[in-house]
């Protein structure tokens, strides 16, 4: 969920979204950087664009795919601002930022007259539109 205001000007599907967040996190980061080690910056981004923007499951509920596809860069940007924030910020910790990661599990059939327990093979993972850790150093 997003504060109703930025929802209004577009959400996620708005690239000053994502820069808000930056301002947000500098807020947080001045307030809280002394004390917090690790930093996750935005929950399951790929969650967020797909099931907020295209098949409206979560906030803030829209199924549309272009609005979907406009968010999930902004989604993306925003923990790298975020994270660029932190660095500035807080220099001399040991803080990191992280964006949490939405991993599902993907069968494939590798033998469709096997039973089921070997009809199915982990070939990858879905929905993880993230690159990982933004480490400070």
Known sequence: DLPQPLQDE????ARTT???????ASVVVDRLGDRIPTW??????FVSANHGYVTGEHAPGI???????????HLLLAPGLAGQVLRDTAPGTASRA???????????????WAGRSTR???VGCSGNSTSGTTSRS
Request: charged residues 20%; hydrophobic residues 30%; proline residues 11%.
């Open 63 to 73: 199924r549309s795919l272009r609005p979907g596809f406009a968010a999930s860069p």
């Open 120 to 122: 199915r093979r982990s």
């Open 10 to 13: 577009g959400g996620w599907a």
């Open 98 to 112: 992280e964006t949490s990661r939405h991993l599902d599990h993907i069968g494939i059939p590798t033998r469709p």
């Open 18 to 24: 994502a820069q808000t967040f930056a301002e947000y």
């Open 40 to 45: 996750t910056t935005l929950n399951e981004p």
